[in-house]
C-alpha cells in the first residue's frame, strides 16, 4: 500500500500517455464466467448491520487510534469514516459539523455510478458493447472537426479516459467549466477538436462522462437518474439521492450525485460481490472484472473503468473524488471503506495513512479475535468525541467604525463567473453577523456568521448546512470562513471595502481555484420631483376622504 498516495497524487495531475486495447476483449472472455463469492450473511438492502470489529477479525483499539489520527489533521478536513467488513460495520463515525444520515457530494466518484450504469445498459442490451462508436448515438446532430479519429471514439474510450478529444484540465477543469457555460454541452463536447488517436493517451476530462451519461438518456429512454432508480438504486435499497442535470434534462454524469455514506458503500460491497445483490444480478461478474481491471498493452495501469487501480496491490480499487470522497474496495480483505471530507492540502498522504498505518494493519485476523470490551468502549468514545468536537468560543474584539457603515448596505457586483449579483452584510448581534448572497436568477442564501470562532449552521446550496464564521482581519477587511459541509467546498471570502467599492476574494480551499469580484454601493435614487408632487396630492386625498368620513 506504501504506493498509493503516489498513484493518487499521479491521478490530480491527470496526464498520462497509454493504450487501452484488450479491456473489452476481458469483458468478452468474463462473458461466461460462472464464478461468485460466497454468499453474505444477509444483505445490507434494508441498511447495515454493526459488529464489534473483534468479531470481524479487527482490533478495536488500532480503530480508536486511527480516529484520534484523522482528528489531528490541519491538512485534511474529514467529514465521515466508515469501515465495512464481511458485510458488517465496524466503525461509523461523524466528524463535527458533518452529521450521521446527511447526504454529502460524492463528487467524482460519481463517475464510477456512471460506469456501473454503462455497464448495466450493456448487460440490459441498451447498448451493444463497450466498442460501439460515439457518433452513432448521435445521428441528428452537425458535429464540428469530424475526422478518422473522431469516428474511431467509442464507449470504451470515454470511461477509460482516453477519447483523444482535446480537454484542459491543468490548473482546473478548463474544459468542463467551458461546457457549463455553453448552452448545449452535448454540442460542446462532441464538436471539440480531436488532439490525437483514440487509445493512446489518458486525459483526465470529465465531459467525457457527461457524454456516457447522454448516451444512457438516448439508449434507454430515460435519464441516468431514473435509469440508477430502477435498476441500481432499487435494488440495493438507495432512495436519498439527488443528481443535478444539464439544461436537456442528462444527469452529470462526471459528479454532483449526492448521497449517505452508507449508500456509496453499497456500490463498494456490490463490486465485493461480483455484482450480485440477495439473490439477483444486478451487474454482471464481466463488467466488474473489466471495471476493475488494467488494460492490455497500456503503459498506464491505474485506471479502469473510470475506477482507480493500484497497479502494485491488484486486490484494490477505488473510487475517487475531489474533497476526499473514497470508496476503497479491499476483496482479499472482505473490506468497503468509505470516506467523505472537504478537502485539504495533503488529503492524499492523510487518506493513504490512514489505510495502510491503521486500519489494514487493525485487520489482524480473518478468523474473530478474543473479546475485547475495553477496546470496543474506547472506540466508541472516540466516535462520540469526534462528532460533537467544536473550537472553543473566543471573546469578540471591538468592530472597526467600518462595519457599522457597511452593516445592512447592499453591494451589486459586476458580472462574473458565479452568478453572483449582490451581497451584503449585517452586524447586528454581539456573536453573530449575517452574510446574504443573491444571485442573477433571484435565488438567495443567507448564511449565520460566528464572529466568536465558532461555526453557525444555516441552510446552504440543494438544501444541505453550511457553516460559516468571520473576522476582521484589519479596519477594512472582513475575513469569512464558509465550510458547505455536504457540499464539500470551504471558502475563504475576504472582503475589501474602500470608499463605496468592495472588492471581494473568494478562494475554495478544495482545489477548484479563486475569483475575484469587484461590486459598488446600491444607493437608493431621490425621488423626482413629479413623485414628490403625487405623493403629496395622494396625502391631501386622504386628508380630505377622513374630513368628510367624521361629518
Not at 493504450?19 to 434494508?46: F, K, M, N, R
Not at 471539440?192 to 488517436?197: G, I
Not at 470496543?376 to 472553543?392: G, N, Y
Not at 396625502?539 to 377622513?546: D, K
Amino acid at each position: 500500500m506504501k504506493n498509493i498516495i503516489t498513484i493518487c497524487l499521479i491521478g490530480s495531475i491527470l496526464f498520462f500517455a497509454g493504450s487501452v486495447e484488450g479491456v473489452g476483449e476481458i469483458l468478452e472472455l468474463e462473458q461466461t464466467s460462472t464464478q461468485t463469492p460466497e454468499s453474505p450473511a444477509y444483505w445490507p438492502t434494508e441498511g447495515w448491520q454493526s459488529s464489534t470489529p473483534e468479531r470481524q477479525g479487527m482490533n478495536s483499539e488500532q480503530l480508536a487510534e486511527a480516529l484520534d489520527f484523522l482528528q489531528e489533521q490541519d491538512d485534511f478536513n474529514i467529514h465521515s469514516l466508515l469501515i465495512i467488513r464481511n458485510g458488517y460495520i465496524v466503525t461509523d463515525a461523524y466528524f463535527e459539523p458533518f452529521t450521521q444520515g446527511s447526504v454529502h457530494d460524492t463528487a467524482s466518484v460519481t463517475k464510477s455510478f456512471t460506469a456501473t450504469l454503462v455497464g448495466i445498459a450493456i448487460d440490459k442490451g441498451y447498448i451493444e458493447s463497450v466498442h460501439q462508436p460515439v457518433l452513432d448515438f448521435f445521428p441528428e446532430r452537425t458535429v464540428a472537426n469530424v475526422d478518422t479519429n473522431k469516428e474511431k471514439m467509442t464507449v470504451e474510450h470515454l470511461l477509460t479516459m482516453r477519447s483523444g478529444l482535446e480537454c484542459i484540465n491543468q490548473p482546473t477543469e478548463v474544459t468542463l467549466f467551458r461546457m457549463m457555460e455553453s448552452p448545449d454541452w452535448i454540442q460542446f463536447t462532441l464538436d471539440l477538436p480531436v488532439k490525437e488517436e483514440p487509445g493512446t493517451r489518458f486525459v483526465y476530462c470529465s465531459s467525457n462522462v457527461h457524454l456516457l451519461s447522454t448516451i444512457i438518456s438516448k439508449t434507454t429512454g430515460m435519464n441516468a437518474l431514473a435509469f440508477a432508480r430502477e435498476h441500481l438504486f432499487e435494488p440495493l435499497g438507495i432512495s436519498n439521492v439527488s443528481w443535478p442535470s444539464d439544461p436537456e434534462g442528462n444527469n452529470h454524469g462526471w459528479g454532483d450525485l449526492r448521497m449517505t455514506p452508507h449508500d456509496m458503500a453499497k456500490l463498494g460491497y456490490l463490486y465485493l460481490n461480483e455484482g450480485g445483490w440477495d439473490g439477483r444480478k444486478v451487474l454482471s461478474p464481466a463488467w466488474v472484472t473489466a471495471a476493475t481491471s488494467v488494460p492490455e498493452n497500456a503503459s498506464v495501469v491505474n485506471y479502469g473503468y473510470l475506477w482507480w487501480l493500484v497497479p502494485e496491490y491488484p486486490d484494490v480499487y477505488y473510487a475517487d473524488g475531489r474533497g476526499g470522497q473514497r470508496i476503497f474496495v479491499l476483496p482479499d480483505q472482505d473490506m468497503v471503506v468509505v470516506t467523505t471530507g472537504g478537502g485539504g492540502r495533503d488529503q492524499y498522504r492523510v487518506l493513504e495513512t490512514l489505510l495502510t498505518s491503521y486500519i489494514l494493519p487493525a485487520a489482524e485476523s480473518e478468523t474473530p479475535l478474543p473479546a475485547n470490551p475495553e477496546g470496543v468502549a474506547l472506540l466508541e468514545s472516540k466516535i462520540q468525541q469526534v462528532a460533537i468536537a467544536q473550537a472553543e468560543s473566543e471573546p469578540v474584539p471591538p468592530l472597526p467604525e467600518i462595519a457599522g457603515r457597511v452593516s445592512g448596505q447592499t453591494y451589486v457586483l459586476d458580472a462574473n463567473q458565479l452568478g453572483l449579483q449582490s451581497l451584503s452584510l449585517t452586524f447586528q448581534e454581539e456573536e453573530e453577523g449575517l452574510l446574504n448572497l443573491t444571485f442573477i436568477d433571484g435565488n438567495q442564501v443567507e448564511y449565520l456568521v460566528g464572529l466568536d470562532n465558532v461555526f453557525r449552521i444555516s441552510p446552504g446550496r440543494f438544501g444541505l448546512p453550511a457553516a460559516a464564521k468571520g473576522w476582521w482581519e484589519s479596519e477594512n477587511v472582513y475575513v469569512i470562513h464558509i465550510d458547505e459541509i455536504g457540499n464539500i467546498n470551504q471558502w475563504r471570502i475576504n472582503a475589501t471595502f474602500e470608499d463605496d467599492q468592495v472588492t471581494v476574494q473568494m478562494q475554495d480551499l478544495t482545489g477548484l481555484g479563486s475569483v475575484t469580484l469587484v461590486g459598488q454601493l446600491e444607493r437608493t435614487l431621490p425621488p423626482t420631483p413629479a413623485f414628490v408632487a403625487i405623493f403629496a396630492i395622494a396625502g391631501i386625498s386622504v386628508i380630505v376622504w377622513l374630513l368628510r368620513r367624521r361629518k
